[in-house]
């Protein structure tokens, strides 16, 4: 671990730096091999991070930084051919050093054998070319060891131990130029696999993406400064004005004792009956007092008005300033996809080509770090299920290799994002199939959707057409995190979706989180605010304009029909004096339309009575997450004001008009259990090892767990024993894991029963297997950990 800690902040960010630019340039160099411009770049980066780490000691980074950089300049001369298995090594050694840079900034370990990492991107078609070049090492200790090796042609592969002494004497070359060559070594097996990129873990095991730091053109922090002095002056300028103003309180103090004192001296000579014009001296200073009062208020008025225009106009310059510093580029987080769909594409085997565009684009920090979990799940989701096998491709008459398009810009009010891709699309019949069978809706409610609130329903929690479980799709997660992490920004989700020939998922979110344009809104006498963007117009509605339909009070606008609903019953507040179903004089109500993707609302509502930016403050942790609330602001006149959230209101909505018919009153409720029992899992895996394992899992997970070392012994046992699911292996002696799955749905009374397989086989053809098999999932065993194994059969039990 570094000791210094501003040596430590420094080395993050421009490791990171350096490291996202070499992965991303060799994602490049794929489908640009004789790019010499980008060469050269990339062998800067590698340079000034092997300068960097050898500085600061962390001497793991620096070896693996100087065979990236000896590496490039083999490619740029010509000496080896970029392909990619190289590409593949490259990018283990570049994951590998993220790892290590971790460790070095935070001091915990990452279990990283650099040594077996350099061992690997040292391999055979490199070692070659090494061998070549080991002439030209001049200055490396233990040279006569290395040729002397050489002339004996060793084929075998050295002990961890020689490779590590190699790498050091590699490394004391401290020569600054890039042609510096390290001493070759034969390839040894590759390690454990690393994770290509931070990006790439399962989503239960990564931690949550934070950008720590901000780099930040000096010419923004000069506007600051400047804003800032003028803000200083501001203040004296109203300092001054509060010297005024205790100059006026003591005038009126003076005054006041003047006029008490003329009160009593004027009943004293009236008691005496005496006159004098010594009578009139105090009125006469009285009034001279008043004017010069008035003079001074309208003075400090004037002033005060002044200064409060000043102290408004540079506040907002300030706010504005400081809110631009926390505007990063989106490139920042669209740089990790690349790397990420080209692993995935692979894995299945598929051709995909993730085009970027836009990511000049800039948009709040905190949107940055909450959304690359969801534009990663729909990434996924695009190369998993929309599109097609290279061979399916073809037979459509479509190129062999997709695309996708991952795309930003910004409109006046929005940051929008599009992720597009060329596959097969959405099926709206499996859709309603899926949606029925998991009683999502009814049919005479789907009956009444348009294509879009159809499309919209695989944002709803659980919802998934994959007809297998596997480690990268089908656990019914993802599409309705991706809703609820946009709902949370005051965002909206919509999908478009051409049968056959893609689908589109647009993204619109705030331009920034910290204030919002609102209208504020009277219920009972109380304020609430809803945002604008949300807000489609806002009208009169007449009494017998309100009619019935399915159990919907609904209006007409612009011919189409569209609920409507008293906020006050939305709020669940009490009910509202002028409430459309109570019988009132009033003949008309404020009405806000609102609009939420393909959704719209009518809320009614007592007033409209303002529209005005505000601060938007977020719920304390107690209150993370209320319902039908985004947040809360102070008003001007010092009213804490409640900031609605519309998609609740949406849901709310339906929850009280779509959900409650399907209960009738005379239907009896279930009985509760007076005991909770345990799920049962039949586990069947020849292997002890990982059968041990799996079961240690299960139990600590809550499950009863029956074990089996075969097929034939599994269903003998499951005759034997009520059980809530299957988890088996597929390669096992006597009976193998898809034989006992077919054996299984043979059998009527196990139909439904979860199968899960985890195995090795890994192969699409595998998995199609598995899933002719009658599999309800198909797990990897390389993928295989206590998350994604009790995930899924929550899933499906």
């Known amino acids: 671990m570094i000791d210094d800690e501003e040596l430590r902040n420094i080395f993050k960010t421009t490791s990171e730096e350096h490291l996202q630019n070499l992965d991303a340039g060799i994602l490049h160099l794929e489908k640009h091999l004789d790019d010499q411009s980008l060469l050269e770049e990339l062998l800067r980066e590698a340079h000034s991070l092997k300068g960097d780490a050898n500085m600061l000691g962390v001497k793991d980074i620096g070896t693996l930084a100087h065979q990236v950089e000896y590496v490039l300049t083999q490619l740029k001369q010509h000496q080896i051919t970029f392909s990619q298995e190289l590409g593949d090594r490259l990018a283990q050694c570049i994951a590998a050093m993220y790892r290590l840079v971790h460790e070095a900034v935070t001091g915990e370990p990452v279990g990283v054998d650099a040594f077996h990492v350099l061992a690997v991107l040292m391999g055979s078609e490199t070692g070659q070319a090494v061998q070549k070049e080991i002439k030209t090492v001049e200055t490396v200790e233990n040279v006569q060891e290395v040729e002397e090796a050489k002339e004996e042609e060793v084929t075998e592969v050295r002990e961890v131990t020689e490779v590590r002494e190699i790498a050091e004497v590699a490394e004391v070359r401290e020569a600054d130029e890039v042609t510096a060559t390290p001493v070759a070594t034969e390839p040894l097996s590759p390690p454990s696999p690393l994770p290509l990129h931070p990006s790439t873990p399962p989503p239960s095991q990564s931690p949550a993406y934070r950008i720590e730091t901000i780099r930040v053109p000096t010419r923004s922090l000069d506007n600051l400064m400047t804003q800032a002095g003028e803000l200083t002056v501001t203040k004296i300028r109203i300092a001054h004005r509060l010297s005024e103003i205790e100059a006026i309180a003591t005038l009126w103090d003076e005054w006041s004792r003047d006029l008490t004192g003329n009160r009593l001296s004027g009943n004293r000579q009236q008691d005496n009956g005496a006159t004098s014009n010594s009578a009139f001296e105090p009125r006469h200073r009285s009034t001279d007092r008043l004017q010069r009062m008035e003079a001074l208020v309208n003075r400090l008025r004037d002033a005060l008005y002044e200064d409060t225009k000043r102290l408004e106009l540079i506040s907002d310059k300030l706010a504005e300033g400081i809110c631009t510093l926390r505007l990063l580029p989106l490139s920042t987080i669209f740089n990790v996809f690349p790397r990420m769909v080209r692993d995935l594409a692979r894995q299945e085997g598929k051709q995909v080509e993730l085009v970027i565009e836009g990511g000049e ?7 940055l770090e909450e959304m690359k979990d969801p534009l990663m799940h729909l990434l996924r989701n695009a190369v998993d299920h929309g599109i097609e096998s290279p061979a399916q491709r073809e037979q459509l008459g479509k190129p062999a290799t997709a695309t996708i398009c991952l795309r930003s810009y910004q409109t006046p009010t929005h940051i929008v994002i599009e992720i597009q891709d060329d596959g097969r699309g959405l099926n709206l019949e499996q859709i309603k199939q899926t949606a029925l069978k998991h009683g999502l809706c009814r049919e005479e409610d789907l009956a009444m959707m348009t294509d879009s609130q159809i499309q919209a329903l695989i944002f709803t929690p659980g919802f998934s057409t994959a007809p297998l479980v596997t480690e990268v799709s089908g656990r019914g997660v993802g599409l309705d995190v991706v809703q609820t992490n946009v709902e949370k920004f005051k965002g909206s989700l919509q999908v478009e979706s051409n049968p056959g020939q893609g689908c589109l998922f647009r993204i619109q979110l705030g331009i920034t989180l910290a204030t919002a344009h609102v209208l504020i809104v009277l219920i009972n006498g ?19 304009e309100i009619f019935t339909l399915e159990n919907r009070e609904t209006i007409v606008r612009e011919g189409q029909p569209v609920s409507v609903a008293w906020l006050a019953d939305l709020l669940e507040l009490p009910a509202a004096n002028s409430s459309p179903s109570t019988p009132t004089a009033k003949q008309q ?6 609009q939420v993707g393909q959704e719209q609302l009518g809320v009614l509502v007592d007033a409209v009575i303002d529209e005005q930016d505000v601060v938007i403050k977020p719920q304390s942790q107690l209150l993370k997450r209320v319902r039908n609330v985004s947040g809360a602001t102070i008003l001007g006149t010092g009213e804490v004001c409640i900031v609605l959230n519309p998609q609740d209101l949406i849901k709310s909505v339906q929850r009280r008009v779509v959900k409650l018919p399907r209960s009738s009153p005379s239907s009896t409720p279930a009985t509760p259990q007076l005991a909770a029992t345990k799920p049962t899992i039949l586990l069947v895996e020849d292997s002890i090892a990982t059968r041990t394992q799996e079961k240690r899992m299960l139990e600590t997970a809550g499950y009863e767990v029956i074990t089996a070392v075969d097929g034939n012994d599994g269903f003998n046992k499951l005759q034997s024993n ?11 002696p006597n009976l193998d894991g898809l034989q006992l799955t077919a054996k299984i749905r043979q059998q009527r009374e196990y139909n439904e029963l979860p199968i899960i397989l985890v195995t090795s086989l890994a192969s699409d053809e595998d998995k199609r297997r598995g899933a002719e098999a009658g599999a309800n999932a198909y797990i990897t065993k390389s993928s295989l950990n206590q998350s994604i194994l009790v995930e899924t059969l929550q899933r499906l039990i």
């Open 589 to 594: 109500f404020a009405c806000l339309l609102l």
């Open 361 to 367: 684009t800039h948009a709040d920090k905190r949107i």
């Open 526 to 544: 109380t304020p609430y605010a809803i945002p604008v963007e949300f807000v489609r117009t806002a009208c009169l509605v007449d009494r017998n």
């Open 722 to 732: 009520p059980v809530d699911a299957v988890i088996s292996d597929v390669q096992m």
